[in-house]
Every structure is written in structure tokens, then in C-alpha cells.
């Protein structure tokens, strides 16, 4: 089962020339759509999560020139229920496209193989079972935007999602079937981090992205089923009316948003953790210093994982759940953030006294850890049970999860997109405009979203197509800054698209990182590794020399090495 043979493998026609890598081996539609390769897959998931990111872009700058002015920018070009159509797309396609299997499905698909020196995962057919599962899910996504719409918000909160007119079956559907790709990726990824590290990995040798990628493939296969149970019964209710939800025939629409949340909180750990993973790895190669606090790091993101499942209550402090109930979720969420806390204490000690090189990953790291903080810690206000009274359902909490979401995942995505790209297409992108865009993205995005904050503390509703005049300066704002943003991202993006065409020949490892996956040549060859490489700690640096003549880093055989313990 672990062992991935070129017999086992179904692509045809790839030939073993040592000068060929994965991308080169063979061509053709069909040697990428059937590919067993995990690079491939990650190649192909990346394109696709990159097309969602677009699509709900869009839509979120037409949300965002919508609310320029109280009554609506554009008129009866977008009524009322259009706009609620808007932002419903916009967040169903951000979460369930784009952000749930960004990391893990492309960066993770790519990476934690060459990270365990394998061939491959656990099991290929899987991993691509889970990428053709993407496709069909994206497709009954789009059914719903192009048949009617979908207006529930993209949490299908009941009783209103049993009542509309708008497609909340093919919808759910979609969210259903791309529940067993997140599925199918945890499953995998457990199995191939249990069953193929190689000799001399021990748990505690693993470097931290694996950890992390650990830690959300436990929840990927925990929670993801509660919610293919809950729009099971959705569906039933709408289609047969079961009567589960529906209180005209004494159902419980509150049930609906425990067994929502049941999923949907930890689902934000699977959003957060893989973005966490790729900071603690962009922080120690940047500070060339090992990360400071290994173990912690890597236990933090176990117990965030198993406390995520203990607080959903606390997205229902105003739906009806007793005092005592609520008192309790409002106890435990202040738990989660522990962990979260111990993370940032230890990137930021790992910088301490480093060797810091401000490169575009770095860059994004250090957005990171400033946009993270700041999302973290509204979080505790919301998680407060007094504050999140008068808060509840205000642009706050759009602030505050945007913070999170995109000034944390998607900034981290980024980030470990720019560090990994020389390894996946093997080519370097362009420094200068690379940063310039970092810096283009973190002004827009605080512009964005800080004046959120405000309003919302003030008492601006989240969900409204129109608002009080009163309101108008912090929305301005915000759409301002959401263009700046837009042109910061679609930036980003053209450097490393640029880069394939015009970005000078990538050496094996650019960045002088010590993980296995930068001890193969860039782009790695079809098998990976044509020796299995050599396992020492992930994060000692001292016997890695930067090679003027190459570019990149080389192994210095002459370095006196470091106790291979001594990031504990
Ligand atoms: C530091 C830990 C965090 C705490 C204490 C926290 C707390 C909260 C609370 C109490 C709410 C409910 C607010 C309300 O509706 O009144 C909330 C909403 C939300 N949070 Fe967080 N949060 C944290 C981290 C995160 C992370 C890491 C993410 C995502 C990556 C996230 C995403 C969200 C989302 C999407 C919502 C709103 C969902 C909705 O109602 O549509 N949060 N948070
Ligand atoms: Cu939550």
C-alpha cells in the first residue's frame, strides 16, 4: 500500500530521461486530467483554486461598488435580492472552492510528498478521485449561479433556506460532493505522513508544515461528515419536507445552525492551520534560525485542532441557547486562542537576533503575523459573550473573519505559493515587483477592512444592500481600498506568471531551506528523488553555503554540524 511503484502508476507515454522533470515527462490533456502524480494534481489544483479565487473576487468587488453609495452604485442594475444573491456566492465560493482546499489540496498535494523524500501519497488514485471530486463539486456550484442564484448566505441557515426560490439544491449538492474531496485529501494525507516518513523522521523531526497538514486532516475527516449529514437532511427537508428543521411541522431551525457550526467552526482550523504551517516554515528559513519552540508549535496545532471542535457554540450566543450554554462556548473559545498565541510568541522569537532576509516570502510572513494578530484578537471580543451581544451579525464580524481569512490564509497562501514556486515550476520570480505587490496587497487590505471594524462597532449591519448616510465614509473607504487590493492580487499573480516565461533558471534550493524537498532539482523529476535523501533536522542551517555561481544553497560538506536535536 505504501509503496508507490512505477507498475501502480497509470500514466502513459512518460518517458526516463534524467533531463526531464514532471512537467516535461509527458503531454497531453489526458497525461494531466488521469495523472497518479501528486505534482500534477497540485499543479491542477492550484489552476482551479486560483479560477474560484477569481470568481469570488469578482464578486466581491461588485459587492464592494454596490455598497459606494446608501442606496446602491448601480441601481436597479442590482436589486435587493440580487445583491443577496451577490454576497451568498461570493462567500460560498471563497469558502468551499477557494479556501478549504487551497493549501492543503495544492501547496500540500505538492509539497509533503518531497517533504518525506516519497515518491508519492499514500494513495494516488485517491488524490486524484479527490481533484475530479473538486470538478463536479464546482460544477453544481455553477449550476446554481447560472440557473437561479442562490440567496441563503453560505451558511443555508434554515428556515429561510427551505423556503427560497433559489437553487439550494444544486448548491448543497456541490458542497456535499466537495466535502468528500476535503475528505478524501485528509485521509491521505494522515496515511502518508503515518506510513511513509522515512527512516530517521521521527513525529518530532517532521518539519512543522507537516504537523500542520497533520493536525487539519484530522478535522478534514472528523467534521466534514456532520456537515454531509446536514445537507442531507437539508435536502431532505426541502425536497420530501422530513420536517427536521422546519418548525410548521416541528422541526428545529436552530438544530440546523449546532449541526452547521459543529462543522463550520473547526472548519476554520482547516483554513488557518495549513496557513500556520507554511509561517512556521517561512519564518525559520528567512530568520536562517531554527524555529524557536519546535515541540510547542507542533502540539499547538493538535490542540487547536481537538479544542476547535468544543466552541461552535459561540456563532449562536443570540439564537436562543440557554444563558448556561452560552456562558460555557464563551469559556472554552477563549481556549482556542492559547494555542494560537503560542504560535505568534514563537515565529516572533524565532526572528529574534535571526538573519532576517526580507525576501517576497518573508514579506508576506511578516503580513502575516501582524494581519493574524489582529484577527485573533477581535476574536476575543467576539468571543466575549457581552460584547458579542451588541457585535453579533455587524461589519465587525465581517472584519474580524476577513482578518483571519484572508489577512491570514490567503496572505500565507501567497507567501508559501512565492517560496514554493521556484521548486514547482523551477523558475525565479521577480524580486522588486514581488514585494512591490506584497506591500500593494497589505495596504489595500487594511484599508479595506480596518474602517469594517469601525463600522461595525457602530452598529452597521452586515448582509444590507443599503445603509444610513452615516455609514457612507467607512464604506467608501472600504471599496477603495478593495480595488487597491484586487490590483495588488492580480499583481501578485502576474509576477509568477511571468516568471514562467521570463524568470531565470531556479537552482534546487534558492532559499538555503533544509526541509527534503529542496534537496531535488527544480522542478523535481517525474520519481521525485532518485536516492532517498538524507533525513536531518529541518531546521539547522549550519552546513547549508550559498553558491554565488548557482544561485542557491549547496551542502557544505566541510560545515561542522549541529546536534540534529537542537531545535527542541
Ligand atoms: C483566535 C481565535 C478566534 C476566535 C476567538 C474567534 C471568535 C469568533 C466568534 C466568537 C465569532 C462569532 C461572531 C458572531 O457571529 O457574533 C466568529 C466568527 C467568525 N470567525 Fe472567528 N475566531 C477566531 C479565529 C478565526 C479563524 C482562524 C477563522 C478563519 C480562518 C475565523 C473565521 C470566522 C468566520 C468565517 C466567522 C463568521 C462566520 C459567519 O457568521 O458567517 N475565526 N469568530
Ligand atoms: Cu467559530
Known amino acids: 500500500m505504501s509503496t508507490i511503484t512505477p507498475e501502480t502508476q497509470i500514466d502513459s507515454g512518460h518517458n526516463d530521461d534524467p533531463s526531464s522533470n514532471y512537467l516535461t515527462s509527458s503531454s497531453g490533456f489526458m497525461s494531466w486530467a488521469f495523472t497518479l502524480d501528486h505534482k500534477r494534481i497540485g499543479v491542477m489544483y492550484l489552476v482551479g483554486i486560483f479560477a474560484a479565487f477569481f470568481l469570488g473576487g469578482v464578486l466581491a468587488l461588485l459587492l464592494r461598488l454596490h455598497l459606494m453609495v446608501p442606496n446602491g452604485l448601480f441601481g436597479d442594475w442590482v436589486s435587493l435580492d440580487s445583491y443577496n444573491q451577490l454576497f451568498t456566492l461570493h462567500g460560498a465560493v471563497m469558502t468551499f472552492l477557494f479556501i478549504i482546499p487551497s493549501i492543503p489540496a495544492a501547496l500540500g498535494n505538492f509539497v509533503l510528498p518531497l517533504m518525506v523524500g516519497a515518491k508519492d501519497v499514500a494513495f494516488p488514485r485517491m488524490n486524484l478521485a479527490s481533484f475530479h471530486l473538486w470538478v463536479f463539486g464546482a460544477i453544481f456550484f455553477l449550476i446554481a449561479l447560472v440557473t437561479t442564484g442562490l440567496d441563503t448566505g453560505w451558511t443555508f441557515y434554515t428556515p429561510y433556506s427551505i423556503e427560497t426560490q433559489t437553487n439550494v439544491v444544486a448548491a448543497t449538492i456541490g458542497a456535499f460532493i466537495l466535502g468528500f474531496s476535503s475528505i478524501f485529501t485528509g485521509l491521505n494525507f494522515i496515511v502518508t505522513v503515518n506510513t511513509m516518513r522515512p527512516p530517521g523522521m521521527t513525529w518530532f523531526k517532521m518539519p512543522l508544515f507537516m504537523w500542520a497538514i497533520y493536525a487539519t486532516a484530522i478535522i478534514q475527516i472528523l467534521a466534514t461528515p456532520v456537515l454531509g449529514i446536514t445537507l442531507l437532511l437539508l435536502m431532505g427537508e426541502r425536497i420530501l419536507g422530513i420536517g427536521i428543521f422546519d418548525p410548521s411541522m416541528g422541526g428545529d431551525p ?315
Not at 448556561?324 to 472554552?332: C, E, K, P, T
Not at 484577527?375 to 459573550?385: D, E, K, Q
Not at 484572508?406 to 514581488?434: C, D, R
Not at 516568471?499 to 517525474?526: D, H, I, M, Q, V
Open 254 to 568: 436552530v438544530l440546523f445552525q449546532h449541526f452547521f457550526w459543529f462543522y463550520s467552526h473547526p472548519a476554520v482550523y482547516i483554513m488557518i492551520l495549513p496557513a500556520m504551517g507554511i509561517i512556521s516554515e517561512l519564518m525559520s528559513v528567512y530568520s536562517r534560525k531554527p524555529i524557536f519552540g519546535y515541540t510547542f508549535i507542533a502540539y499547538s496545532s493538535i490542540a487547536i485542532a481537538l479544542l476547535g471542535f468544543l466552541v461552535w457554540g459561540h456563532h449562536m450566543f443570540v439564537s436562543g441557547q440557554s444563558p448556561m450554554s452560552a456562558v460555557i462556548f464563551s469559556g472554552l473559545t477563549f481556549s482556542v486562542s492559547i494555542p494560537s498565541a503560542i504560535k505568534v510568541f514563537n515565529w516572533t522569537a524565532t526572528m529574534y537576533k535571526g538573519n532576517i532576509n526580507l525576501a517576497t516570502p518573508m514579506c508576506y510572513a511578516l503580513s502575516f503575523l501582524f494581519l493574524f494578530t489582529i484577527g485573533g484578537l477581535t476574536g476575543l471580543f467576539l468571543g466575549a459573550l457581552a460584547t458579542d451581544v451588541h457585535l453579533h451579525d455587524t461589519y465587525f464580524v465581517v472584519a474580524h473573519f476577513h482578518y483571519v481569512m484572508m489577512g491570514g490564509t490567503v496572505i500565507a497562501f501567497v507567501g508559501g505559493l512565492y517560496h514554493w514556486w521556484p521548486k514547482m515550476f523551477g523558475v525565479m520570480y521577480n524580486e522588486t515587483f514581488g514585494r512591490l505587490f506584497c506591500a500593494v496587497v497589505f495596504f489595500g487590505f487594511n484599508l479595506t477592512f480596518l474602517p469594517q471594524f469601525v463600522m461595525g462597532s457602530r452598529g452597521m449591519p452586515r448582509r444590507y444592500a443599503t445603509y444610513v448616510e452615516e455609514y457612507q465614509i467607512y464604506h467608501v473607504l472600504s471599496t477603495i481600498g478593495a480595488l487597491t487590493l484586487g490590483i495588488g492580487m492580480v499583481g501578485a499573480i502576474a509576477v509568477l506568471v511571468i516568471s514562467l516565461f521570463k524568470g531565470r533558471k531556479a537552482p534546487a534550493n534558492p532559499w538555503g531551506a533544509a526541509t527534503l524537498e529542496w534537496t531535488c532539482t527544480s522542478p523535481p523529476p517525474y520519481y521525485n528523488f532518485e536516492h532517498a535523501p538524507h533525513v536531518d533536522s529541518p531546521y539547522d542551517y549550519s552546513d547549508l553555503k550559498y553558491d554565488a555561481r548557482i544561485g542557491g544553497y549547496v551542502k557544505d560538506p566541510n560545515a561542522p554540524k549541529k546536534s540534529s536535536s537542537d531545535h527542541h
